[in-house]
């Protein structure tokens, strides 16, 4: 399942992004899908998930900050930051697919890895 990030880069805090995930093969509107993100030196988190059922999910960090967002038509997953501190400083990755038992937001949830999208954020 390719999955393809662009739309990082090196912004000022307070600044917003846009990161867009193009899925061949793997449909954005009905698959699972999530944002996680790894910042230097630090485990890969999850950042966010569309819901399947429900409210979309969200690390507690990005709440408010964050928007996740799926377009049918193109295929793509976005994920909108705002706000954006330099604690959001990260490689970013789309993932998606499902391996049961972990939590939504866990990275060991996901099967299909992109090769990521940095976002660098400087004070």
């Known amino acids: 399942v390719p999955l393809m990030e662009s739309g990082g880069g090196s912004v000022r805090a307070g600044r917003s992004l846009r990161l867009s995930c193009a899925a061949t093969n793997f449909s954005v509107r009905t698959g699972l899908l999530a944002w996680l993100r790894q910042p230097p030196g630090k485990e890969r988190e999850g950042v966010a998930s569309?819901?399947?059922?429900?409210?979309?999910n969200y690390a507690d960090s990005v709440k408010g900050r964050a928007v996740i967002s799926r377009d049918s038509t193109k295929n793509i997953l976005y994920l909108e930051m705002h706000s954006l501190k330099p604690e959001d400083a990260a490689m970013y990755y789309c993932?998606?697919?499902?391996?049961?038992?972990?939590?939504?937001?866990?990275?060991?949830?996901?099967?299909?890895w992109g090769q990521g999208t940095q976002v660098t954020v400087s004070s």
């Open positions: 569309p819901a399947e059922i429900g409210a979309t």
């Open positions: 993932a998606a697919g499902s391996i049961s038992g972990f939590p939504i937001l866990s990275p060991l949830r996901y099967k299909y």
